[in-house]
């Protein structure tokens, strides 16, 4: 998870969400990297110490954009010691039991498969016919935030019913965005021959189309699961004018073809802070 400040109340549901899955959390190390913006990120993961390994990064010297998304999930990919990478957003709530879910599809179909499953988001983020909007907002309403739910803590579940009940939350067409990363697991032995994302694309929202055009002409398949189910939670976003225009061409499903990049090391940059 790549994580920044301005998104702490949606963090702390997320990682309410996966701290509180049933069984097999042993397996798992959570990896989490802050852009730098502020420590809320690190006294979150703190409460939440116990069930599983927690590795946090802290970027304390930038030489690109923190809106650079690839090179952050790259970073990431490169420290996991697992051999599945469970690649989320800081503001996505868990409400099926995605890890447990995640190990069996890899032990059933294998490491050439793409896992993922259904995603809601709001009404201003996903219309009622399952079509991405243009995201952007400077400012969340009173109605937005009762959007988050309640909030839980490591002694207390999160309500994740609250979610299935909310109407403004809609069903992301599977078929019309099949690349979105939101929620989505693939093995890192696969994720490394596709030379992970491409940082060369510094248009936020295209890194996961670009990916997945290269892991299907290594022969891998995508496995859509409707029980694994994720909500995408509410946040401020600021886009420039390019970036908006990126996501009129990403509606229309243009498909990007660059040359395979796998960027560059950004751990000169990256310190690891010790999760008490």
């Not at 701290?19 to 990120?41: A, C, F, P, T």
């Not at 809601?120 to 400012?139: L, P, Q, T």
């Not at 498909?255 to 960027?263: E, L, S, V, Y």
């Amino acid at each position: 998870i790549s994580c920044s400040a301005n998104r702490l109340e949606q963090f702390n549901r997320s990682i309410n969400s996966i701290y509180h899955q049933s069984n097999r959390l042993k397996e798992v190390e959570l990896l989490v990297l802050n852009d730098g913006e502020g420590k809320g990120i690190y006294d979150i993961l703190s409460s939440y110490t116990g069930r599983f390994l927690i590795r946090f990064f802290e970027i304390y010297k930038r030489k690109h954009s923190v809106s650079q998304v690839a090179t952050r999930r790259n970073f990431l990919a490169r420290k996991a010691r697992g051999k599945i990478l469970l690649i989320t957003d800081p503001e996505v709530v868990h409400y099926s039991e995605t890890i447990s879910q995640v190990i069996q599809n890899i032990k059933i179909n294998g490491e050439y498969t793409w896992y993922c499953g259904k995603i809601f988001g709001m009404s201003n983020f996903v219309n009622s016919k399952g079509i991405m909007m243009n995201y952007y907002k400077d400012n969340i309403d009173p109605s937005d935030l009762m959007c988050l739910g309640t909030r839980g803590n490591r002694h207390k579940k999160i309500d994740l019913d609250y979610f299935k009940k909310c109407k403004r939350f809609h069903l992301l067409n599977a078929d019309k965005f099949p690349e979105t990363m939101f929620c989505t697991a693939i093995s890192a032995k696969y994720f490394a021959k596709a030379r992970g994302f491409n940082e060369k694309m510094l248009y936020w929202g295209f890194d996961d189309i670009d990916l997945f055009n290269r892991m299907k002409k290594l022969g891998t398949e995508r496995i859509y699961d409707s029980q694994f189910i994720v909500y995408h939670l509410p946040h401020t976003t600021n886009l420039d004018s390019i970036s908006k225009l990126g996501w009129n061409i990403y509606n229309a499903n243009l498909k990007f073809r660059n040359t395979d990049h796998w960027g560059y090391s950004i751990s000169n940059q990256v310190k690891e802070i010790k999760i008490d």
